[in-house]
């Protein structure tokens, strides 16, 4: 399973180090997908349901833990190419976010919330 953690501000290189500790601790079965500024992707082989539940528990740093189906590019059209790809089916009533991380995306995120939710 691949889960992307929205980490703190609040230092450069601690929030994503709480996380690869507390995974490690865990004995969980990973490895990091991609380090970014802001967002730590990890996939986590084994166990992912159990562990990521154990992380929201444990992670002081760390503001949102997401269940990832697509890495998208940096345009709106790449994100709805990824989307349609993802064959993620939605059963029932739903919302849709879009988030940025950081500035460095000029995405529209309430134009794209409506294309995909639309």
Known sequence: MLIAFELSGEHSTLPGSEVLACLESECADFSVVLRLDGCLMIEIRKDACR???ILTKKL???HYITEVFGIGG????DVLDTVEKSGFEIKGTYS???KKIREYSTIDTGLMEKRIGG
């Open 51 to 53: 562990v990521a539940d």
């Open 60 to 62: 002081s740093m760390t």
């Open 74 to 77: 940096a345009n709106e059209e």
């Open 96 to 98: 849709i976010r879009v």
